[in-house]
T-cell receptor, first 114, second 115 residues
Framework: DAGVIQSPRHEVTEMGQEVTLRCKPI?????LFWYRQTMMRGLELLIY????????DSGMPEDRFSAKMPNASFSTLKIQPSEPRDSAVYFC????????????FGPGTRLTVL | AQTVTQSQPEMSVQEAETVTLSCTYD???????LFWYKQPPSRQMILVIR??????QNATENRFSVNFQKAAKSFSLKISDSQLGDAAMYFC????????????FGQGTRLTINP
């Protein structure tokens, strides 16, 4: 069974550009999470969805960030406009909707904003 | 809000020896789950072991075991017979059993295995 798929794996862009990160969760999983990893702040949750509905977006840093989950097999995280401080590794994870269930992480997208 | 603290930024151990990584957490909840994740240089996050707070018995997975002290809010990871492939960042994480499903991570411990 394929794991969580993220694209692109690496993204280099210039400040002010729009960036879209993509995620395909594991089939049958109904919870999807977006995390960000930086040296300064470590791993932190940005937003998560249950059954395609955003449940907690309190970690989204500001209005420049938006996330959507139009169906059970696809989610996007968009940054517009991007800034150098957005440079980080962005992880998508999915799980079945129970607290004890393991969250399976994708390989991450390394974003560099110049 | 829950917090997770890993007080050891770096640890090293000789191959085949045993090492223990520390983790403490703060919560007012009584029902929750604790996890250790491994992140090798490939940056893939891999679940190592999981502990349910309502279980008194410490979880074990082959060479990996935990020492879960609920009253002390402590959750350490012991790696026995360390192998070169164990070299990685290790993250302790907390997840509420009710309500928020997000993982709250510690800052991580970088483990080096000396041959």
């Amino acid at each position: 069974d394929a794991g969580v798929i993220q694209s692109p794996r690496h993204e280099v862009t210039e400040m002010g550009q729009e960036v879209t990160l993509r995620c395909k969760p594991i089939s049958g999983h109904n919870s999807l999470f977006w995390y960000r990893q930086t040296m300064m702040r470590g791993l932190e949750l940005l937003i998560y969805f249950n059954n395609n509905v955003p449940i907690d977006d309190s970690g989204m840093p500001e209005d420049r960030f938006s996330a959507k989950m139009p169906n059970a097999s696809f989610s996007t995280l968009k940054i517009q406009p991007s800034e150098p401080r957005d440079s980080a590794v962005y992880f998508c994870a999915s799980s079945r909707k129970r607290a004890y269930n393991e969250q399976f992480f994708g390989p991450g997208t390394r974003l560099t904003v110049l | 809000a829950q917090t997770v603290t890993q007080s050891q930024p770096e640890m090293s151990v000789q191959e085949a020896e045993t090492v223990t990584l520390s983790c403490t957490y703060d919560t007012s909840e009584s029902d929750y789950y604790l996890f250790w994740y491994k992140q090798p240089p490939s940056r893939q996050m891999i679940l190592v072991i999981r502990q349910e707070a309502y279980k008194q018995q410490n979880a074990t997975e082959n060479r990996f075991s935990v020492n879960f002290q609920k009253a002390a809010k402590s959750f350490s990871l012991k790696i026995s017979d360390s192998q070169l492939g164990d070299a990685a960042m290790y993250f302790c994480a907390y997840r509420s059993a009710k309500g928020a499903q997000k993982l709250v991570f510690g800052q991580g411990t970088r483990l080096t295995i000396n041959p």
